[in-house]
């Protein structure tokens, strides 16, 4: 069956850190991959998106990679602040086009710490 | 940049009344809109996609008849949650694609079902 898997528990870093969040899929193929974040009682906010022909992606202080061999993206804030503290969830693309074909992880609740 | 507004934030009721929660998109027409549910901890799960002026495409194991949705202009979709239970208890999100298949949430709403 289809799965996305992220990091369930917290990860706690320490400010000015790089914080490296993973998202590993299976049984997909998808076109892109996208990252949200989202803080608490609040909905999600999209923050990069990465098509399955592009190794990185760059924005301000975030990067982001996809690895379509080994199937996982790996999401990096540098300079960390305690401000990038939330829920950062990972989007697959599975229906080979449109949103409406957007499966979510449960997300990787980041905590950077002063 | 485009705005998603969801309305009310959070709503308690009693068991066996019926809820409206409304999602606007501000300054964009939004043909399609999506509507979400998220339980604590857990990931985001599509429940239905929202079509103007027709009939909205339920996902598996969702009930239409129990969560009522209609889109009747380009600015706003409606959830109803009918006869709502305490299992109807969730976080409810919806979203319209603002982007090359980007979403754009609304803020979402708390629903308690006491």
């Known amino acids: 069956s289809q799965k996305i898997e992220q990091n369930s528990e917290a990860l706690n870093i320490q400010e000015g850190k790089t914080a490296t969040l993973t998202c590993n899929y299976t049984?997909?193929?998808?076109?892109?991959l996208q990252w949200y974040r989202q803080d608490p009682g609040r909905g999600p906010v999209f923050l990069l998106l990465?098509?399955?022909?592009?190794k990185e992606k760059r924005k301000e202080r975030l990067k982001v990679t996809f690895d379509t061999t080994l199937k996982q993206s790996l999401f990096h804030i540098t300079a960390s602040q305690p401000a990038d503290s939330a829920t950062y969830l990972c989007a697959l693309d599975h229906s080979g086009g449109g949103a409406d074909g957007l499966t979510f992880g449960k997300g990787t609740h980041l905590i950077i710490q002063p | 940049g485009a705005v998603v507004s969801q309305h009310p934030s959070w709503v308690i009721c009693k068991s066996g009344t019926s809820v409206k929660i409304e999602c606007r998109s501000l300054?964009?027409?939004?043909?399609?809109m999506f509507w979400y549910r998220q339980f604590p901890k857990q990931s985001l799960m599509l429940m239905a996609t929202?079509?103007?002026?027709?009939?909205?495409?339920?996902e598996q194991g969702v009930e239409k008849d129990k969560f009522l949705i209609n889109h009747a202009s380009l600015t706003l979709s409606t959830l109803t949650v009918t006869s709502a239970h305490p299992e109807d208890s969730s976080f409810y999100i919806c979203?319209?694609?603002?982007?090359?298949?980007?979403?754009?949430f609304g803020a979402g709403s708390r629903l308690t079902v006491l």
């Open positions: 979203s319209a694609v603002t982007g090359a298949n980007v979403l754009t």
């Open positions: 049984n997909y193929s998808p076109a892109y």
């Open positions: 990465i098509r399955e022909n592009e």
């Open positions: 300054d964009f027409q939004a043909t399609t």
């Open positions: 929202s079509n103007e002026g027709s009939k909205a495409t339920y």
